[in-house]
């Protein structure tokens, strides 16, 4: 199968290009988001491969089709890039990574609760300064801390399990799941929110989960509780919790995600960045670190990735 793959990076082509010969497909690989402006870059081909940020709205989807492509894989596990319900309409074939290795970004998330607690990005920049003085990285211990976890899926499940071994009371909210360890407390999303001195999100962006942290849950929460989101940058509202880092509601935030993520990366054909203003706000608190949506970017998860979209290409290409 002929595809063209958006927003590749130097990594996809060295993942995509070392599995890709068991499957024999031909990659296009574009270093350019997919949007209305770059869906002719396709033309000529038979699928569409994309990852976080690509948009795939009403208008691309038609557009695709337009020029013959009824096949989108999608080499990332959320789909909320993608109007399903359109791409269904108009009989456009979507496809996923539904579980690569979850540990990775659990892990990612845990390196950001130990990171914002020990202070280290601060320590990092002191010492390589000759700065070799503790005054202001006072840190806290994890053990006996209250950690909640929204959305039990299998990141949340994999992120308990090693917030567990560090002595942490796991609470768990999750709508849905019903088996789970015995060391999970599962409880009300309301009853997390006060009783966790840490929070991490776990759940997908769907429309009821669209900022979940806001105003009103925000202020439910322990002054100076810690929020590492490494899920969707839409769960929680940027201004709202720009408010809460200002009055010291939120002691430290952790974001691999960001709202306006596909913004901040997003390139027209003439290569132009969008400048955001909250993300330089953000920047400007030191008790915030930021990553650029990197929980999954291990090399066993990039491996894994490259292994079912292939196989879901494969597929689509058998019917
Ligand atoms: P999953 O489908 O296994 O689990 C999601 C869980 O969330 C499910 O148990 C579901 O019941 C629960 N849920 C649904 N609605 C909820 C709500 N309103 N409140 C609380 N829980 C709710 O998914 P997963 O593989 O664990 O991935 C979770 C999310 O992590 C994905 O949706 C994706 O957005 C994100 N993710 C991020 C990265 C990264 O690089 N940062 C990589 C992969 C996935």
Do not use: W
Request: charged share 25%; proline share 2%; with cysteine.
């Amino acid at each position: 199968m002929k595809v063209a793959m958006y927003s590749a990076q130097s990594y996809d082509r060295f993942s995509f290009d070392k599995v890709n010969e068991e499957y024999g497909h031909e990659f296009l690989y574009l270093d350019i988001d997919l949007n209305l402006f770059t869906v002719k870059l396709a033309e000529g081909c038979e699928a569409v491969c994309i990852f976080v940020n690509d948009q795939a709205d009403a208008k691309v989807l038609q557009a695709l089709l337009n020029i013959g492509i009824k096949t989108l894989v999608l080499r990332c596990a959320g789909f909320n890039q993608v109007d399903l319900e359109v791409a269904k309409e108009l009989g456009i074939q979507v496809m996923r990574v539904p579980a690569y290795s979850p540990e990775a970004v659990a892990e990612h998330a845990v390196a950001m609760i130990l990171t914002l607690n020990r202070k280290t990005h601060k320590a990092y920049n002191r010492v390589r300064e000759g700065n070799f003085s503790l005054v202001g990285l006072t840190g806290f211990n994890l053990h006996r801390k209250k950690v909640g976890v929204i959305g039990l899926g299998k990141i949340g499940l994999a992120f308990s399990k090693i917030i567990h071994g560090f002595g942490c009371e796991v609470l768990a909210y999750d709508p849905v799941i019903q088996s789970y360890p015995d060391y999970i407390n599962v409880i009300q999303l309301e009853e997390l929110l006060q009783e966790s001195d840490i929070i991490s999100l776990h759940c997908p962006l769907l429309k009821d989960t669209l900022h979940l942290i806001n105003k009103e849950r925000l202020a439910l929460m322990k002054d100076g509780v810690m929020l590492i989101n490494t899920s969707r940058g839409g769960l929680v509202h940027t201004r709202d919790i720009i408010e809460a880092l200002k009055k010291r509601k939120v002691g430290f935030l952790g974001i691999d995600v960001y709202d306006q993520e596909e913004k901040l990366f997003f390139r027209d054909l003439s290569g132009n960045i969008i400048e955001d203003d909250d993300i330089l706000r953000l920047m400007s608190f030191p008790n915030v670190l930021i990553t650029a949506h990197q929980g999954f970017f291990t090399s066993e998860a990039l491996n894994e990735i490259a292994h079912i979209t292939l196989q879901n290409l494969m597929n689509a290409e058998k019917g």
